[in-house]
T-cell receptor
Framework: GAVVSQHPSWVICKSGTSVKIECRSLDFQATTMFWYRQFPKQSLMLMATSNEGSKATYEQGVEKDKFLINHASLTLSTLTVTSAHPEDSSFYICSARPLEVLDEQFFGPGTRLTVL | GENVEQHPSTLSVQEGDSAVIKCTYS??????FPWYKQELGKRPQLIID?????GEKKDQRIAVTLNKTAKHFSLHITETQPEDSAVYFCAASPYSSASKIIFGSGTRLSIRP
C-alpha cells in the first residue's frame, strides 16, 4: 500500500514552453501533497505544499506564477512549470501523506525535466 | 522555519565497519525524524524513522538515536555491506496536519570492499 506515482517519468521540452507533471496517490487519499526539486548532487528542496481544494503554500523564493500547483482531488496534484528555461531543468519529486497519518510521507518516483 | 544540518557530506568506510551520520535541527517543534536512502535517479526510500517520544530505535543493522535537548539525531549502520552505498538524507518535521519534511544536505556513503 501507500503507492505514489508520477507522470511523466522524464520530459524534454523547448525553452519557453510549459510542462505539466502529475502526482497521484494510487491506493490512499491525501489532502496534502508536497513538491520537491532536486538538482544534481544536492538535497531535496521543498517547493510548495499542495492542499486539496485550496491554494498551494509556496516556500520562500519559489515563484508561484511560474510553478502552478493544482490539487483538484484527494488523489491528484499537478505541477505546471510555465515558460520553462534551462535553469528549470531538474528532478521534480512529489510526496503525499495519507489522511489518517500526520507525519510519514510517501514519495513518487520523480520526473526528470530537461529544458533545451 | 526548520533548518537541518547534516555531516559528513561524504563518508567512506571499509566493508563490515560501522558508519555514523549526524544531523542537527533548529525547530524545537519538530518531533518526527525520518532517514532516507536515495540511489541515483530514484525516489528517497524511508529506511528508519524516530519520533520524539523515544530516544533510540533499531531495525536490524540500522539504528537511530535522538537527543531532543541538544536537537541532535544520528544514523548508525553496522556491519556495512556494498549495497549500503548510496546517498543518505536526514529530515525533520513538526507533527501537525500540514507538517512539511525538511531535508538535510545529504551524505554520500561509499563502502570499500
Amino acid at each position: 500500500g501507500a503507492v505514489v506515482s508520477q507522470h511523466p517519468s522524464w520530459v524534454i521540452c523547448k525553452s519557453g514552453t510549459s510542462v505539466k507533471i502529475e502526482c497521484r496517490s494510487l491506493d490512499f487519499q491525501a489532502t496534502t501533497m508536497f513538491w520537491y526539486r532536486q538538482f544534481p548532487k544536492q538535497s531535496l528542496m521543498l517547493m510548495a505544499t499542495s492542499n486539496e481544494g485550496s491554494k498551494a503554500t509556496y516556500e520562500q523564493g519559489v515563484e508561484k506564477d511560474k510553478f502552478l500547483i493544482n490539487h483538484a482531488s484527494l488523489t491528484l496534484s499537478t505541477l505546471t512549470v510555465t515558460s520553462a528555461h534551462p535553469e528549470d531543468s531538474s528532478f521534480y519529486i512529489c510526496s503525499a501523506r495519507p489522511l489518517e497519518v500526520l507525519d510519514e510521507q510517501f514519495f513518487g518516483p520523480g520526473t526528470r525535466l530537461t529544458v533545451l | 522555519g526548520e533548518n537541518v544540518e547534516q555531516h559528513p557530506s561524504t563518508l567512506s568506510v571499509q566493508e563490515g565497519d560501522s558508519a555514523v551520520i549526524k544531523c542537527t535541527y533548529s525547530d524545537s517543534a519538530s518531533n518526527y525524524f525520518p532517514w532516507y536512502k536515495q540511489e541515483l535517479g530514484k525516489r528517497p526510500q524511508l529506511i528508519i524513522d524516530i519520533r520524539s517520544n523515544v530516544g533510540e530505535k533499531k531495525d536490524q543493522r540500522i539504528a537511530v538515536t535522538l537527543n531532543k535537548t541538544a536537537k541532535h539525531f544520528s544514523l548508525h549502520i553496522t556491519e556495512t555491506q556494498p549495497e549500503d552505498s548510496a546517498v543518505y538524507f536526514c529530515a525533520a518535521s513538526p507533527y501537525s496536519s500540514a507538517s512539511k519534511i525538511i531535508f538535510g544536505s545529504g551524505t554520500r556513503l561509499s563502502i570499500r570492499p
